[in-house]
């Protein structure tokens, strides 16, 4: 299918009309929209945040639907024959594990680009086990892909702060192993998150590991002091009776092809 070309304009419009917030509730609310299409026939959003899906979480939803039906819908977007999910992709691949081949939805025919890539955002940030990484992610999608102008043209569309879309942003900036411990942790406080992009990478980990069970005004105090304390020098090269050590840990790439290359002078030196 031809993926149709993004009209960048609609960010303003969007800023300008109800936060989405207000549109999904709307939909929502209108049950003359609601019809049993078939799950075959239903495609994945390409903007879902939801980047995981934990089986037992998933077995406890569709344990919920056998006993007690589906109580909220998913809703839909429909364009031509194509039907993409715009919120509800749990409930939908909840109806799947238990074998059954139709699902209730909304259906929204009039859903323009920016809202199927927005739509899905405000579902999942009134979720409790959103995970903050997965959310960040998707607001860095978003916009990449120029889908909306600016960080305050998102915020607004999705009926948040811009301070909190901030913060959210900047936990991506934390190195790539502490992001996978923190998915791992559930670790969910915005704010303490964003602080540690302060904190010297040498103690990042195992301060982590010190505030991951604090409070947050617990959490925030032992960051800064950390940040107040002097960060100690270790010594880097090691000397023995037959061999020389250097410590690399910590250093950028820059420097680590300058040490790598007077090693190699130095070895040339000693074999001439």
Not at 31 to 43: A, D, F
Not at 76 to 87: F, M, R, S
Not at 218 to 228: H, P, V
């Amino acid at each position: 299918m031809t993926r149709k070309k993004i009209d960048y304009s609609l960010a303003k419009k969007i800023s300008q009309n109800a936060a989405l917030t207000e549109q999904l509730h709307v939909a929502e609310q209108n049950p003359e929209s609601i019809i049993e299409i078939p799950l075959s026939k239903l495609q994945t959003n390409p903007y879902q945040p939801r980047i995981s899906m934990e089986s037992e979480a998933l077995k406890e939803l569709s344990d919920s639907i056998e006993v007690n039906g589906l109580l909220q819908p998913i809703v839909v977007a429909k364009d031509g024959d194509v039907l993409t999910i715009i919120a509800g992709h749990r409930r939908a691949e909840a109806h799947k594990v238990l074998g059954k081949e139709f699902i209730k939805a909304i259906i929204m025919d009039k859903v323009v680009h920016a809202q199927l890539a927005l739509l899905p955002l405000v579902e999942n940030l009134q979720r409790s086990d959103m995970n903050p990484i997965e959310n960040a992610v998707a607001f860095k999608k978003i916009l990449d892909d120029k889908i909306v102008e600016s960080q305050n043209d998102l915020a607004e569309a999705i009926g948040v702060s811009k301070s909190w879309l901030s913060k959210t942003l900047s936990i991506l900036r934390l190195p790539s192993s502490l992001l996978e411990r923190i998915k791992a942790d559930r670790y969910s406080d915005i704010t303490v998150l964003s602080a540690l992009n302060k904190v010297n990478t040498d103690i990042l980990e195992s301060l982590y590991s010190e505030i991951k069970s604090l409070s947050r005004t617990d959490a925030l105090e032992t960051i800064n002091k950390a940040l107040s304390k002097p960060i100690k020098q270790k010594n880097r090269i090691e000397i023995s009776k037959d061999k020389v050590v250097i410590n690399t840990k910590g250093l950028n790439i820059d420097q680590k092809s300058k040490i790598d290359s007077m090693i190699s002078q130095i070895k040339e030196l000693l074999e001439k």
